[in-house]
């Protein structure tokens, strides 16, 4: 993959605003379509750091939502962002999950870590002026928040198997 960094840098102002709104009638398409989280997810989502795991909704797709025209749909393109393999994306409460994924637990643990995210930063314009700066300059992999998905993923992945299936997860 290669990224035209200076371009994306020129174009990260004009890209923002365009995908906040993207991001935003995607989100709206989640809540209205998806469905609440079961307790145990919840639990999960909670465990994640999410401070209000009943607004989230879980929107199962056969692939995963991308902009499909214009300079959003470019930079999609370019960055490899959003592709035929990714398996989530976390929109605010809006998750989508690829329905050949819909099994894997801790997929939905790395959203809710987004959610979390989405929270604390104040929302989706917060989330996005963050994230995407991140992504074009650090690169997707290298992105801070990014990171801490991928890690509190893995710490909690580690717990659940060293615990073993039959052990209560809690004394
Ligand atoms: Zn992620």
């Known amino acids: 993959m290669v ?23 995607g ?4 809540l ?10 919840q639990e999960d989502a909670h465990q994640a750091g999410v401070l209000y795991p009943e607004n989230i909704r879980i929107c199962f797709v056969r ?3 991308r902009p ?8 999609n393109q370019s ?11 976390t929109l605010n409460y809006g998750i989508f999950i690829k329905r050949s994924c819909q099994n894997d637990r801790y997929l939905y643990f790395h959203e809710f870590v987004h959610v979390s995210q989405y ?3 104040g929302g989706i314009t917060q989330f996005l002026n963050r994230y995407l700066r ?6 997707y992999e290298n992105s801070a928040l990014e990171n801490e998905a991928v890690k509190k993923t893995e710490k909690f992945k580690n717990q659940h198997e060293t615990n073993g299936p039959n052990e209560p997860e809690e004394f």
């Open 119 to 121: 929270e604390s930063l």
């Open 134 to 139: 991140e992504c074009v300059e650090q690169g």
């Open 68 to 75: 499909v025209k214009g300079v959003l749909a470019e930079a």
């Open 27 to 30: 989100e709206c398409f989640a």
């Open 63 to 65: 692939d995963i939502p």
């Open 3 to 25: 990224v035209n960094m200076e371009f994306f840098e020129e174009q990260l102002s004009q890209i923002i605003p365009l995908a906040v709104k993207w991001a935003q009638e």
């Open 32 to 41: 209205e379509d998806g469905r609440p989280l079961e307790p145990d997810e």
């Open 79 to 89: 960055l490899n962002f959003i592709t035929d393999t990714t398996a989530g994306l």
